[in-house]
């Protein structure tokens, strides 16, 4: 079984830094996009950022030159530093693996996978 676990969130004040990781965990042969979302109360769920395998990025309108996504393939993990953070991003930051590629019984399998979530709250 796969398994997406992250880590780093938390009670920031306005202005300041933090960084989260998601760590995939389980047989895995290889990740296609690695992708952080974000819900906050009352709100749908919007993509922040994505990084493919090969590292190209792209980002929400609304994080762009303040949030940056990168990963380490060898470790299956994504990164997601931000820094001079606003309250308006409070949620709940979700990892999302696609094209996760499992290998059983000599069968290959796709699948994509979540994370539960790791709250970050921007307050002062």
């Known amino acids: 079984q796969v398994q997406l676990v992250e880590s780093g969130g938390g009670l920031v004040q306005p202005g300041g830094s933090l960084r989260l990781s998601c760590v995939a965990s389980g047989s895995i042969f290889s990740i296609n996009d690695m992708v952080w979302y974000r819900q906050a109360p009352g709100k749908q769920r919007e993509l922040v950022a994505v990084?493919?395998?090969?590292?190209?990025?792209n980002y929400a309108d609304s994080v762009k030159g303040r949030f940056t996504i990168s990963r380490d393939n060898a470790k299956n993990t994504v990164y997601l530093q931000m820094t001079r953070l606003k309250p308006e991003v409070t949620a709940v930051y979700y990892c999302?693996?696609?094209?996760?590629?499992?290998?059983?019984?000599?069968?290959?399998?796709?699948?994509?996978?979540w994370g539960q979530g790791t709250q970050v709250t921007v307050s002062s």
């Open positions: 999302n693996a696609k094209g996760v590629i499992t290998v059983k019984s000599g069968e290959a399998y796709a699948d994509d996978y």
């Open positions: 990084i493919t395998r090969g590292g190209s990025t």
